[in-house]
């Protein structure tokens, strides 16, 4: 049997459905990248499930994103297992929103990207307490900062020890200028909180489109991965973002070269085993 391959971190953008401000200022992104075009690309990589991750669409249109994705899981043979919903814990409406997003069992998790805002948003106290709520709803929150907010992530994880996070793109280094630090200290602090994960996304977007090979994202990839070990560890694409990197084909071989020597048990858990355990799916 085909070992399984779950892509945590899948970006699918139409613009005829729904409103992506950022788009506008982000030319290479500034199109329509649909499922049917992801689909056709990951069945032959292997991939055998999805999770939607939020696109950061116009704040009134991220109920209708899941329910979007909804709509494309329930198709015929979908790989689409569920949507991670955007969120604004800095609103006091997150309460009565949080309730209707668990109602729904297409949302597997939340989260806000916090490099588009000031730091002083996941600082505020209404943040904060909002976020302590997913402690008993038993859906993850991705933390989306840059390297340089790693510290920021840490606060944010130190103040709600019962809410399961996940790092997302190895807490996005520098790849291209090879700026191991203070990155890999920053990881090792993070990893050290039981409740964080890390996902292992989209690492070849921050290389050079051009001239990268497996020892440049090499350093990134071990490092995180030795740091939360193999229970703690997820693969996501972020396709279409990866795309500014490498294919989506592309992306899956180097990641697979990168653990080849790792047994078979351990890459089930980076493909497969941890994401389902850590999304219900």
Request: net charge negative.
């Amino acid at each position: 049997m085909q070992p399984a391959i779950v892509d945590t971190h899948l970006h699918l953008i139409y613009r005829d459905r729904l409103n992506y401000p950022w788009l506008a200022g982000f030319a290479p992104l500034n199109r329509d990248f649909l499922y049917e075009t992801y689909a056709g690309e990951a069945r032959r990589c292997g991939v055998t499930d999805v999770l939607h991750m939020e696109v950061d669409v116009a704040e009134a249109d991220i109920e209708a994103e899941t329910r979007h994705v909804g709509e494309l899981a329930a198709q015929p043979d979908s790989l689409l297992r569920g949507a991670i919903s955007a969120c604004r814990p800095e609103q006091a409406g997150f309460a009565a929103f949080l309730e209707r997003q668990l109602a729904d069992p297409r949302v597997k998790g939340f989260r806000r990207v916090l490099h588009v805002v000031p730091d002083d948003v996941s600082e505020g106290a209404l943040f904060r307490e909002n976020l302590a709520r997913l402690s008993d709803a038993g859906r993850p929150f991705d933390l989306c900062v840059r390297a340089d907010q790693i510290g920021k992530a840490i606060a944010l994880v130190d103040r709600a020890p019962r809410v399961q996070f996940v790092l997302d793109h190895c807490g996005v280094p520098d790849v291209k200028g090879r700026a191991e630090h203070p990155w890999r200290e920053d990881i090792a602090e993070i990893a050290r909180r039981p409740n964080v994960a890390v996902k292992v996304s989209g690492v070849v977007a921050y290389a050079d489109a051009a001239t990268w090979t497996l020892d440049d994202i090499r350093p990134f990839v071990e490092h995180a991965i030795g740091s939360f070990g193999w229970d703690r560890v997820v693969w996501g694409s972020d396709w279409p973002v990866c795309t500014l990197g490498a294919s989506l084909s592309t992306w899956l071989a180097a990641i697979q070269a990168l653990t080849q020597r790792a047994s078979a048990d351990e890459r089930d858990r980076l493909f497969a085993r941890n994401a389902r355990r850590l999304w219900r799916l």
